[in-house]
């Protein structure tokens, strides 16, 4: 049951805007007056309880400024319950506006306001707020003229919008002249602060220091005066102006070194970037025994790690473990996230530990160290540690579950996505939709089908869940599968069909790809350039390259010219793909695909041993600076990735690769040697030793021989280690899954689950 016990009163001419005053009220439960907010285009039923102006403004103080969609609701529910043109309802979503620093918003609601009363002093003030905010400096006076015409009395907040106004745009004269005009009874301190704030954005520090003593003649300065002051100083650019200041009132002032007043000046200078003057602010606060609060701790640690000033993180962190800081202190975040910032993993998960030992952390400070591993890639660790969460009966939120998914599909390790999903099941009884989603996403990403399907079939399926198992389909060469689920779907949407046409184009079933084409309209989609993108993608690779051309005429674009190259590389028709590649020259599009134009084209020329004109294709490449990114390979081991990089492999590894080799040499495999078009030996070998082929090699020495190898390449496999990895399936009967940036391709008696059409 939702309660809330105070309501906003309307402050007198001598509030101060962005604050309520509250009095006691009988507290209003959901059961009286229900929360929920509806849809505006409903009636009002008949038996629902009515929406009064205090019920209204006590939510609108209830509901978190930044909570836009509670607002609007809000504001719904108040126009349908006829409550909206009070005047202290539009007040009130002024101000939570204003908080929320949604001050167009503010504009319009004052202008609702203006339609139907006269404007009273805290209007004013909240929309002289909002203007200065914007920069609508001209507008600003405009209305404060609009005040003082309308005989409505300005009160200490009005004046301190209006001189900051003017000083922020640049005519601090005319601030400092209503504000010399005004009587000694109209200046408190709040005034002063706000004065001596405006001319810090202008004036040096002589002038500051001048304002202050002028005050201290009225009110004696505090620590917050100083704060807004260098904070002011800071905002305009004046770095130097500011610490002067802090210097020149350690010499009168006892609290000048007071750690809100250092932590501000740090604040300024951390957010410029000037790193030496920070170190010699640590360095004086040193020397002259200076008290630090974590604040300040928190500012040196951001200002040395961001500017990669080890030596003086590592002295500060020092310090901060020296001392038994209380359980909800900034410092123990901002030191497990700069951690993880600077990627050391082993020092936050110790940092962390350490942090456990001392006190139980908040859901917050869990959900902080799962999202940083989570970011890093550190897959293990962030396991581990929802793990220990889990043993505490502390479960994760969802968005923590949404990370690891994700974590977990960057890493393509199917053993940590069925622990991920352990813990998933043992956390959430019943998984939401998002959750499902996510999991088919991770076991295709994986490799595994099959699970990919077993969590598909636990609920009933929405159109988005039907959609990613098309798409998993798609990309494990399933389209029979693909085809069957898109049936199943009761109103597809433009992505289910681009999914389904793929899965089509990828399973060489070009007839019921251009069939679904055909049929496109029945479902209220327009066809455009990626649906026949696709099209052209599936026909080039089955084969029908006349169709695919003639075809591809309905959108000529980049994409689906590679596409048409891609078709031709398959299938060897080499003067198609010259013809194709000449009209590519010609197409705008990213540099990216201008790229992949020239490698396909290479790769026809490599096929059909045109050595010269694929040396030619090579140097044009070279001196467009279309360079080839260098892959690497990896696979699982008993919880531990082995990635292998090009020329990176130990003599061990080397050692495994070639007793495979000879192996097959002897049953009769040949390396395919149409590629090397320099006839260089060095070249043949750097090819025998691709990476995926060392993977490879290390899953069958290291995994028993029963068990699936699953390796993972982030870059396309070339023919030659393609047709290893059919060989290898047959000659030792191993089932191998390889995961390269063109999709999954599964291994298994010799043949390959692509049909070789990748």
């Known amino acids: 049951m939702f309660r809330i016990h105070q309501i906003p ?9 962005g604050r309520r005053g509250f009095h006691t009220q009988i507290a209003i439960t959901s059961r009286e007056h229900p929360l929920t907010l509806r849809n505006p285009t409903q009636p009002r039923r008949l038996d629902e309880p009515r929406l009064d102006i205090d019920q209204t403004l006590a939510l609108i103080s209830a509901v978190h400024p930044n909570d836009v969609a509670s607002l609007k609701k809000l504001e719904e529910d108040a126009r349908r319950h006829d409550v909206y043109n009070d005047r202290r309802v539009l007040t009130s979503f002024m101000l939570a506006h ?10 319009r609601t004052f202008a609702d306001l203006r339609s139907i009363f006269q404007p009273d002093v805290f209007a004013y003030n909240l929309m002289l707020t909002a203007l200065g905010k914007t920069n ?5 006076e405009s209305l404060f003229q609009e005040m003082v015409q309308r005989n409505i009395s300005p ?3 009005t004046w301190a919008a209006v001189i900051s106004n003017f000083s922020r745009s640049g005519q601090p004269e005319k601030g400092m002249e209503i504000f010399e005009s005004l009587h000694e009874n109209q200046i408190d301190e709040f005034l002063w602060n706000n004065v001596i704030q405006a001319i810090a954005i202008n004036g040096d520090a002589d002038a500051i220091m001048k304002a202050i003593h002028k005050m201290s003649k009225q009110y004696s300065p505090t620590s917050l005066t100083f704060c807004m002051a260098v904070n002011s100083a800071g905002d305009a650019g004046k770095y130097d102006v500011a610490m002067q200041l802090v210097s020149r009132m350690r010499r009168k002032y006892t609290f000048a070194d007071e750690p809100r007043v250092w932590s501000a000046l740090l604040s300024v200078l951390r957010k410029a970037d000037r790193v030496d003057d920070v170190i010699s602010i640590y360095e004086q606060c040193i020397d002259s025994h200076v008290r630090m609060d974590d604040v300040m701790y928190s500012e040196l640690l951001r200002c040395f790690v961001r500017n990669h000033r080890n030596d003086y993180a ?12 209380p359980a909800d202190s900034w410092i123990w975040w901002t030191m497990l996230d700069l951690c993880f910032k600077m990627h050391k993993v082993e020092e936050g998960v110790a940092l962390f530990q350490q942090i456990k030992s001392r006190f139980v952390p908040s859901k917050r400070c869990w959900s902080m160290v799962i999202t940083s591993l989570c970011d890093l890639g550190a897959v293990g660790d962030s396991l581990g540690i929802v793990e220990e969460m889990l043993s505490m009966d502390i479960k994760p939120d969802i968005p923590m579950w949404h990370s690891l998914i994700a974590t977990c599909k960057r890493s393509s390790s199917l053993e940590f996505a069925k622990i991920l999903e352990g813990f998933i099941t043992h956390a959430v009884l019943i998984p939401e939709e998002g959750l499902v989603n996510g999991m088919i996403q991770m076991y295709s990403q994986c490799g595994s089908l099959q699970d990919a399907e077993r969590i598909f079939n636990l609920k009933s399926q929405s159109r988005d869940t039907q959609t990613i198992m098309i798409t998993a389909y798609g990309k494990h060469h399933q389209p029979d599968q693909a085809i069957r689920v898109f049936k199943d779907m009761t109103q597809p949407d433009d992505i289910a069909v681009s999914a389904v046409l793929s899965a089509c184009g990828h399973g060489s079933r070009g007839d019921e790809a251009l069939l679904l084409f055909s049929q496109l309209e029945n479902y209220g989609i327009t066809a455009n350039q990626q649906h026949c993108n ?3 993608d599936g026909l080039a690779r089955s084969g029908r390259l006349d169709d695919a051309e003639s075809f591809s005429q309905n959108f000529p674009n980049l994409v689906g010219h590679n596409s048409m190259l891609t078709g031709c590389r398959i299938h060897g028709d080499v003067s198609r793909a010259e013809r194709i590649f000449r009209e590519c020259l010609q197409m705008d599009g990213r540099k990216e695909d201008h790229m992949g134009s ?5 790769s026809i020329y490599e096929d059909a041993q045109l050595k010269l004109e694929a040396l030619r294709i090579r140097v044009e490449m070279e001196y467009k600076g279309f360079g080839v990114k260098e892959g690497s390979s990896w696979i699982d081991v008993n919880n531990e990735r082995m990635v292998f990089n090009r020329g990176k492999h130990t003599p061990e590894t080397l050692n495994m690769w070639h007793q495979i080799a000879a192996r097959l040499a002897s049953a009769g495999f040949k390396v395919d040697t149409k590629w090397n078009y320099r006839n260089n030996e060095d070249a043949l070998r750097r090819m025998n030793e691709h990476v995926e082929k060392i993977a490879l090699a290390y899953g069958m020495t290291h995994l028993p021989h029963e068990e699936l190898i699953v390796i993972g390449k982030d870059t396309a496999t070339c023919k030659d280690c393609h047709a290893v990895f059919k060989a290898v ?4 009967n191993r089932e191998i899954r390889l995961k390269d940036l063109r999709g999954h391709h599964h291994f298994k008696n010799g043949r390959c689950s692509c049909g070789d059409r990748w």
């Not at 020239?598 to 290479?602: E, S, T, V, W």
């Not at 399936?729 to 030792?732: G, N, Q, R, V």
């Open 9 to 17: 009163t309307i402050h007198n001419q001598k509030s101060l805007p």
């Open 98 to 107: 204003n908080r929320g620093k949604r001050f167009g918003q503010t504009e």
């Open 136 to 140: 609508q400096f001209e507008a600003s």
């Open 155 to 157: 009160n200490t907040f």
């Open 314 to 325: 590592y002295q500060v962190m020092n310090k901060i473990e020296s001392r038994d800081w």
């Open 534 to 536: 696709i099209i052209v």
């Open 598 to 602: 020239y490698l396909l084209m290479k």
């Open 729 to 732: 399936s047959k000659e030792f």
